[in-house]
């Protein structure tokens, strides 16, 4: 890519309210926008800090974007976080998060967007054991077979204390 194509943009700089942006991801909408979402940490850096998932979308290929938005609130005990958005081969939009209720309990959730962006299905729960499960953000993967993969890894030990 030449430099006459390249915008640096900084999607989510970090605030007094959210001191820390992380674990992103990035797909193209039906619509040809570019939905970007991110872990936005309240009043807090580390990982057990509350957290909930923001995004921000593009209409001209990211050179742009619009307002910053919740795109899923915290819907867990701790807090939502690693987002994975995925473009499925059959046009549908998967987002999966992780949820974390405590240091030995961390849920991969996937949810299926009804409307795009402003409505998602019910969560379907990846990880049906008890543990403390962790998966990266943007690491959804399909075959040609349109299979869904989400590489994981597991603990039955608490990663984390306080």
């Known amino acids: 890519m030449s430099d006459t ?4 943009v900084i999607l989510a700089p970090a605030t007094d309210e959210f001191p820390r942006n992380t674990e992103g991801s990035v797909v193209r909408l039906e619509t040809g926008r570019l939905l970007a979402a991110w872990t936005a940490f309240e009043r807090g850096t580390g990982d057990d800090t509350t957290a909930h998932i923001k995004a921000r979308i593009s209409g001209d290929d990211g050179v742009t974007w619009g307002e910053p938005f919740v795109l899923m609130e915290n819907v867990a005990a701790q807090n ?3 987002v994975s958005l995925h473009r499925e081969q059959s046009g549908g939009l998967l987002m999966a998060v992780l949820e974390k209720h405590g240091p030995d309990d ?3 959730v996937v949810r299926r967007a009804v409307k795009e962006v402003r409505e998602w299905s019910s969560p379907i729960t990846v990880t049906r054991k008890p543990g403390y499960y ?8 399909e075959d040609r077979a349109g299979r869904i993969y ?8 608490p990663v984390w204390s306080g």
């Open 5 to 8: 194509n390249r915008h640096d």
């Open 80 to 82: 939502t976080m690693s």
């Open 106 to 108: 961390c849920r991969l």
């Open 134 to 141: 962790i998966m990266n953000n943007d690491r959804l993967a």
């Open 150 to 157: 989400a590489p994981i890894a597991f603990t039955r030990e």
